[in-house]
């Protein structure tokens, strides 16, 4: 009871619960002697003592502090409760509604449309709001803006598709059974915007993932050529190159998919297995992609290359597709192999100057120092198939 703070509140909430004038003219009988002051019984105060610490000893049974004057809340104090948790706690569903109205008002500026599906969007972020968006139908209306003549509206609305999707089942097959697959592979198109094409490859990976059936209609659609044009964008535009290591980054995780399946005897699913390993059997863009992503200043590129290249060799497309210099092929294992030489020495660099900004990190370097040991072994493989080439050649 030494802290001052609570000495001051035990204070004031004694004043407040207090009668003063009471107090003072009881003091004053006293005083004259015309009143005794109240014994104080130590006995039955120091069996429970509160302090700032915590209860000490037993406190007494409810029933002898006047437990009595406890009641429940009455019926309009519950009203006013109420009525405050909805002031504080507004409904989700009325909030997604009202951005919907907005967000397919046409009489309204682009802009405020916008700003309206990036409300939904942050609102539909949430699991249950997800759900409830689905429930009052508003994913038509959002696939529909897929169709509109601004890209700004066509990006927001891939974006709501993408956050609400989250790789749930029940969200996926909903939107797969409103054609949400073939509608963003034609915002992939070369004529949309880089702002468009990165939202659609972004609802479309939350679509794909661990899902065969949108798979199968992503393969119907030709999403593997339509991956396969993005990798092959002209190098040296910023735009364009994270479009490519996003596009890179779906096709690895459709490839472990594929592969993971295939490896596990206990896979069963009713949906056939697409096999998209083998429509990219012969599409050199894939080494490509890797080796410019290599190539790229940004760090997580690199990691990104690495994680694919490691893919790539798993499921026997690196090998196919990185020939040799007689093939008049661009990429070739040994081109693959000196771009990740250059990714492993700046990698190294970077976790030698983590761990000296961080003492206590002995292995010192975050993801990059974790991809080390990967990069290793694909560049023992990438070595073996740079020698295997060359006993061919000598044949």
């Known amino acids: 009871m030494n802290d001052p703070a609570t000495l001051s509140q035990l204070l004031q909430w004694s004043l407040a619960n207090t009668?003063?004038?009471?107090?003072?003219?009881?003091?004053?009988?006293?005083?004259?002697?015309?009143?005794?002051?109240?014994?104080?019984?130590?006995?039955?105060?120091?069996?429970?003592?509160?302090?700032?610490?915590?209860?000490e000893g037993e406190l007494p049974a409810l029933g002898e502090t006047g437990a009595a004057s406890v009641k429940r809340p009455a019926a309009a104090t519950r009203a006013e409760l109420d009525a405050l948790a909805q002031l504080h706690m507004p409904d989700m569903v009325s909030m997604m509604r009202g951005a919907l109205a907005l967000a397919v008002n046409e009489s309204l500026d682009v802009d405020s449309r916008e700003q309206a599906l990036l409300d939904l969007e942050e609102l539909a972020a949430d699991v249950d709001n997800a759900r409830d968006l689905h429930t009052i139908g508003g994913f038509p209306l959002v696939l529909a803006l897929f169709a509109s003549a601004e890209p700004p509206l066509q990006a927001a609305s891939a974006w709501v598709v993408g956050s609400s999707v989250k790789h749930q089942r029940e969200m996926q097959l909903?939107?797969?059974?409103?054609?949400?697959?073939?509608?963003?592979?034609?915002?992939?198109?070369?004529?949309?915007?880089?702002?468009?094409?990165?939202?659609?490859?972004?609802?479309l990976a939350a679509l794909l993932g661990n899902c065969p059936e949108a798979q199968?209609?992503?393969?119907?659609?030709?999403?593997?050529?339509?991956?396969?044009?993005?990798?092959?964008?002209?190098?040296g535009q910023p735009a364009a190159m994270r479009l490519v290591r996003k596009a890179l980054v779906l096709v690895t995780d459709l490839v472990r998919e594929q592969r993971m399946r295939e490896e596990d005897p206990e896979a069963v699913s009713e949906v056939a297995s697409v096999d998209l390993i083998g429509s990219w059997r012969d599409a050199t863009e894939l080494c490509s992609a890797v080796v410019q992503c290599f190539a790229s200043e940004e760090l997580d590129a690199q990691e990104k290359a690495l994680q694919a290249a490691d893919e790539l060799l798993k499921a026997g497309l690196i090998q196919a597709?990185?020939?040799?210099?007689?093939?008049?092929?661009?990429?070739?294992?040994?081109?693959?192999?000196?771009?990740?030489?250059?990714?492993?020495?700046?990698?190294?660099?970077?976790?030698?100057?983590?761990?000296?900004?961080?003492?206590?990190?002995?292995?010192?370097?975050?993801?990059?120092?974790?991809?080390?040991?990967?990069?290793?072994?694909?560049?023992?493989?990438?070595?073996l198939i740079t020698a295997t080439r060359h006993a061919d050649e000598q044949l």
């Open 216 to 235: 199968a209609a992503f393969a119907q659609g030709g999403g593997s050529s339509t991956l396969i044009s993005i990798l092959s964008q002209p190098e």
């Open 19 to 55: 009668d003063l004038d009471a107090l003072h003219e009881r003091a004053e009988a006293i005083r004259r002697g015309e009143a005794q002051p109240t014994p104080i019984n130590m006995a039955a105060t120091s069996a429970g003592v509160l302090s700032a610490e915590g209860n």
């Open 321 to 383: 597709l990185a020939g040799s210099p007689a093939d008049g092929s661009s990429c070739t294992a040994r081109t693959v192999r000196g771009a990740l030489q250059r990714y492993r020495e700046r990698c190294e660099a970077f976790a030698r100057d983590h761990a000296l900004e961080q003492e206590d990190d002995v292995v010192g370097s975050g993801e990059c120092g974790d991809m080390l040991p990967i990069a290793q072994v694909v560049d023992e493989q990438l070595a």
């Open 174 to 203: 909903h939107l797969l059974e409103q054609g949400a697959v073939p509608a963003l592979l034609t915002l992939l198109q070369p004529n949309s915007t880089v702002e468009v094409r990165g939202k659609a490859l972004f609802a």
